[in-house]
């Protein structure tokens, strides 16, 4: 699995946009860029995948460029609620790659 | 509810004695997960299973077992825990090996002393 790097942390204040950028330079052909959300004392939970360009459905965005070194989270008009640590998966889970590997990910604070 | 359990959810116990950690999920989902947790490490996978008698070390593989002779079913099995093994413990499972969205038990937290 490609290794990736994230922000250990982030503040924000509510109803402003968050981008959270991760870095995976090693990225391989068929890999998958995927993202988890993680609130305290509780389990991961997905939040959106995607190769390359930009994908978005009802919770988040993703932005990848060209290259795909790189990959931008974007949550839209964060609210209290959205704190917490947000995880970059990346690998090619396709041809039955089985391990998985989350890191450390990036603890999003969000301010009244 | 579709959901994976985990129990028990919190645990104390003291070294060397045998402990199982149950995880069942009701999606029939073939492939099934262990990480553990802990601050500053994020999340690291200890064994994963992609069907029933398929199981296969992760990153951390070393003081636990596993056995997957149920498509339902993935315990954790500590059959000498250390102190070093106290964590949180999280189960998880997908449809397939090879999808990208795995789903999350609620955690259980163990403490060995």
């Known amino acids: ?3 990736t790097t994230q922000p250990i942390s982030m503040d924000s204040y509510e109803g402003q946009e968050v981008n ?8 391989a052909t068929n890999d998958y860029i995927t993202w988890y959300q993680q609130f305290p004392s509780q389990g991961p939970r997905f939040i ?4 390359k360009t930009k994908v978005t459905n009802e919770v988040a965005s993703l932005f990848i460029p060209a290259d795909r070194k790189s990959s931008t989270l974007s949550l839209p008009r964060v609210s209290l609620s959205d ?12 041809g039955g790659y089985q391990k998985v590997t989350f890191g450390t990910g990036t603890k999003l ?4 | ?29 073939e492939y ?6 802990d601050p500053g490490l994020g999340l690291r996978q200890i064994y994963y299973s992609m069907n029933v008698e398929v199981t296969d070390k992760g990153d951390v593989p070393e003081g ?21 093994q106290t964590s949180l413990y999280f189960c998880a499972s997908s449809l397939l090996a090879g999808e990208y969205e795995q789903f999350f038990g609620p955690g259980t937290r163990l403490t060995v002393l």
């Open chain 1, 1 to 3: 699995l490609a290794k």
């Open chain 1, 83 to 94: 704190t917490a640590v947000y995880y970059c998966l990346v690998g090619d889970f396709s």
């Open chain 2, 64 to 84: 636990y077992k596993v056995s997957r002779k149920e498509k339902r079913n993935f315990p954790l099995i500590l059959e000498s825990p250390s102190p070093n």
């Open chain 1, 20 to 27: 959270i950028t991760c870095s995976h330079n090693n990225i």
């Open chain 2, 32 to 37: 099934m997960s262990w990480y553990r947790q």
């Open chain 2, 1 to 29: 509810e579709a959901q994976v359990t985990q129990n028990p959810r919190y645990l104390i116990t003291v070294t060397g004695k045998k402990l199982t950690v149950t995880c069942s999920q009701n999606m029939n989902h």
């Open chain 1, 48 to 51: 959106i995948q995607g190769y």
């Open chain 1, 109 to 112: 604070q969000v301010i009244p």
